[in-house]
């Protein structure tokens, strides 16, 4: 891969985030803000100037062909903001620029207004609080695309207004899961996506006691059912994924929140351990 972070055509052509989002703009069901988060900046930053093609293009499907795409793919496309600062925090005269790209949207579906904020985290507080009341003005055909390999150190304000889409690194290899583990992992997806915070907690040391599994393998076993789960909503018709989509996803954030909780706990225990061990 070149490291040029709008060139979609980089992507297979069979990528099925891509075509997650190519069925949700066909039906315009699109979420004015999203959130694009997980390891890998480049592969992010691809799906997202995807999903941007496929907004400004002339024919609706990120031909790479058309004008509209070419000039995309160069950053010349007057109409998408890319901001990119890499090692800079983004400053409040940069948020500026963003609400006066906006704010001269037509509100026409055959005239979008794009921002593109790659790794968001470089926001400083200041201008954090600035994006949050663009958030609240945002026209028809206004959309805000965000990416971030640290979305725990993201504002809760900036989290709870935005739309999160976890996006696999593509160059990471496939992990390998032991039998129990695979098990686990269907027990968590039957049971673990309809209980609160306290619940999978509980369910995480009664599963301790009766499969005789580390907490690192627990741990496993929750993010492989979380992948399963958003593979199989994504491998669905697009309206009806979107739907069971919509109702798992606090499900899915309670269970992630818990898994960090977890780590912290046995990251403490793995310290402690080791002082008594000297």
Do not use: W
């Not at 999203?34 to 093609?53: D, E, T």
């Not at 998408?80 to 800079?88: C, G, M, Q, T, Y």
């Not at 696999?168 to 583990?181: A, I, R, S, Y």
């Not at 269907?186 to 009664?206: G, H, Q, S």
């Amino acid at each position: 891969m070149t490291d040029n972070p709008l060139d979609y055509s980089q992507l297979h052509q069979s990528n099925t985030d891509a075509l997650y989002f190519e069925a949700i703009v066909n039906f315009r069901k699109l979420p004015p803000v999203l959130l694009f988060h997980g390891r890998g900046s480049l592969h992010k930053c691809l799906v997202a100037a995807k999903l941007c093609a496929l907004l400004v293009c002339k024919i609706k499907k990120a031909c790479g062909e058309c004008h509209s795409c070419l000039a995309l793919k160069q950053d010349r496309y007057p109409s998408v903001l890319f901001i990119d600062n890499k090692e800079r925090i983004i400053s409040v005269e940069e948020t500026l620029s963003i609400k006066r790209h906006l704010s001269s949207a037509s509100g026409a579906p055959s005239d979008p207004r794009i921002v593109f904020i790659r790794d968001v985290e470089r926001l400083s507080e200041q201008s954090t609080n600035k994006l949050l009341k663009i958030f609240e003005e945002l026209t028809p055909f206004s959309f805000v695309f965000m990416t971030t390999e640290r979305r725990y150190a993201l504002l809760e304000t900036l989290l709870s207004r935005s739309v999160p889409y976890f996006l696999k690194n593509t160059e990471e290899k496939e992990p390998l899961f032991t039998e129990k583990v695979q098990k686990l992992a269907i027990t968590f997806r039957e049971k673990a996506f309809n209980m609160d915070y306290t619940e999978v907690f509980e369910l995480c040391d009664e599963l301790k006691k009766d499969s005789q599994l580390t907490l690192e393998e627990i741990i496993e076993a929750q993010e492989l059912a979380l992948n399963q789960t958003y593979k199989a909503l994504l491998h669905e018709k697009a309206p009806k994924a979107i739907a069971k989509l919509a109702r798992k996803r606090k499900h899915i954030v309670l269970l992630r929140k818990t898994i960090l909780d977890q780590k912290i706990k046995l990251n403490k225990a793995l310290v402690l351990e080791s002082l008594f061990i000297n």
